[in-house]
C-alpha cells in the first residue's frame, strides 16, 4: 500500500515540475515577443533616387530610421561615412553636402562623413527620415562606386536597454560623362 501512495506521490511531484517548467518557458516566449515593435522593418533603410551619376552631378540617399521597439527612444548616435572600397578610389572625389528631415539635425557636412542627431523621444513604430545628397564632383574620376555604411547605437526602455547595427547605402555607380558629338553646338 505504501508502494502505490509513493507512486502516485512522486507522478504529482513530476506533473509539478513539468508544469513549473512549462509556465517557465511560455513566460519566456512571451517576453521575447514583446521585445519589438515592429521586428520586421529594419531599424535603419537606404534607398536612393538614382543608382548612378556623372561628375557633376547629385544622388540624393534617403535613410530612414525606424523606433522598432515598445518603448520610446530617448538617445540615438548614427554616423555615415564612406565604404572601405569607396575610399580606395581617391580619384573619386563627392561629398555629403547637407542633410535635411523633420526632427533631424547633421554635423560634418560638407565632406566624406557625417553624424546625424534625431530629435527625441522617438515614439514606438515611428520613423526620422534624412535626405543627404552626394554631390559628385565636375573634376571627379569615373567608372568607380561610391557607398557607405552607417552605424547607430540607441537606447531605448528608460536606457535601460540599447540596441546598434551597421547597415549600408545603394552603391551609386560614377559613370564617365558622354561627349558631345563632334559638330554640335
Request: charged content about 10%; overall charge neutral; some cysteine.
Amino acid at each position: 500500500m505504501s508502494f502505490l501512495l509513493l507512486s502516485v506521490l512522486m507522478r504529482l511531484t513530476h506533473l509539478r515540475r513539468y508544469s513549473l517548467a512549462a509556465a517557465l518557458a511560455s513566460s519566456l516566449a512571451l517576453v521575447g515577443m514583446s521585445q519589438s515593435a515592429h521586428a520586421d522593418a529594419p531599424d535603419v533603410a537606404f534607398s536612393a533616387d538614382q543608382t548612378t551619376a556623372t561628375p557633376g552631378g547629385t544622388v540624393n540617399l534617403k535613410m530612414t530610421f525606424t523606433n522598432n521597439q515598445t518603448t520610446d527612444v530617448w538617445f540615438v548616435y548614427q554616423s555615415v561615412q564612406p565604404t572601405w572600397t569607396t575610399t580606395q578610389r581617391p580619384d573619386l572625389k563627392y561629398a555629403l553636402a547637407s542633410c535635411s528631415g523633420e526632427g533631424v539635425t547633421c554635423t560634418g557636412t560638407g565632406g566624406t562623413t557625417i553624424g546625424v542627431n534625431y530629435s527625441v523621444p522617438v515614439a514606438p513604430g515611428t520613423s526620422r527620415t534624412v535626405t543627404i545628397p552626394v554631390q559628385v564632383a565636375a573634376d571627379s574620376g569615373c567608372n568607380g562606386n561610391i557607398a557607405f555604411y552607417s552605424y547607430v547605437y540607441y537606447e531605448y526602455n528608460d536606457s535601460q536597454s540599447h540596441k546598434d547595427g551597421v547597415f549600408n547605402s545603394p552603391t551609386v555607380r560614377v559613370n564617365c560623362a558622354t561627349p558631345a558629338p563632334a559638330g554640335a553646338r
